[in-house]
């Protein structure tokens, strides 16, 4: 983070089975540095006291949903509303992952729970997912303004190696129908490690754009998630 001139930090556990605790007691290191969110798999029984309980016990900023039954219809089952409804009331980010055939069960969501801060990761990009199949969906959703979209491991997304000049008119659309104020840059770590370039490569792209104002870079790379996660 310093070599890369990053001065805080949103903490994403690497994997589902990582506790919020853990990362919790990373941030007690330096509470003003980090923020931290945790996984949660939106089908588990008792998904919203779990939540509830991170939130209050472990001070965490956001979460990340991930299901252990992708196969599954979830986004808008009857099972998991309460938990948006849940999320919503504790004015806490939610972080989604969700491919081209989810995104008529998205609408739901958004419309159901106007308030409910969302972030839709990795340039809104889910499992096995084409540009061309999402990007026109995805961008329907800046209607919405709680709707927000992670800049992150586009080495995952792209075709090209950093600075992922395929994605370049892609970025612009995105930014075009969400605004600067929208967006927000993520690292990948610790998947940037070895991939795309490395973690400095990542926290350099956004200025590589030549679209992006310095007020723009200010906000995705700053001010936006210190809006979501240290406000």
């Keep these: 983070m310093n070599g890369a001139g990053i001065d805080r930090a949103v903490l994403f556990p690497e994997h589902s089975d990582v506790p919020a605790r853990f990362l919790a ?5 330096d509470p ?3 923020a931290v969110v945790a996984a949660i798999d939106p089908l ?9 309980e991170a939130r209050f016990q472990w001070g965490v900023a956001g979460v990340e949903t991930k299901p252990e039954e992708s196969s599954r219809r979830w986004l808008n089952a009857p099972d998991v509303m309460p938990l ?5 009331g504790l004015g806490i980010c939610v972080s989604l992952c969700i491919a081209s055939q989810d995104y008529n069960q998205f609408s739901d969501v958004v419309t159901s729970f106007p308030t409910l801060r969302i972030l839709l990761e990795d340039l809104g990009s889910g499992p096995e997912t084409l540009l061309s199949q999402y990007v026109p969906i995805l961008l329907e959703y800046a209607r919405y303004p709680q709707v927000h979209v992670s800049v992150s491991r586009l080495f995952r997304v792209s075709q090209l190696p950093h600075p992922y000049h395929d994605l370049w008119p892609v970025l612009e659309e995105v930014y075009r129908a969400f605004g600067p104020e929208r967006l ?9 490690r070895s991939a795309g370039g490395g973690y400095q490569a990542a ?3 956004p200025a590589e754009l030549p679209f992006l ?3 723009d870079l200010e906000m995705i790379q700053e001010t936006n998630a210190a809006r979501l996660w240290f406000g």
Excluded: C
């Design 32 to 34: 003003k540095r980090f």
């Design 44 to 52: 588990a029984g008792g998904a919203s006291r779990s939540i509830e």
């Design 203 to 205: 926290a350099g792209l």
């Design 84 to 88: 948006w409804q849940t999320l919503e």
């Design 213 to 215: 104002t310095a007020a």
């Design 184 to 192: 927000i840059w993520g690292s990948g770590y610790p998947e940037v």
């Design 25 to 29: 007691d990373l941030r007690k290191t």
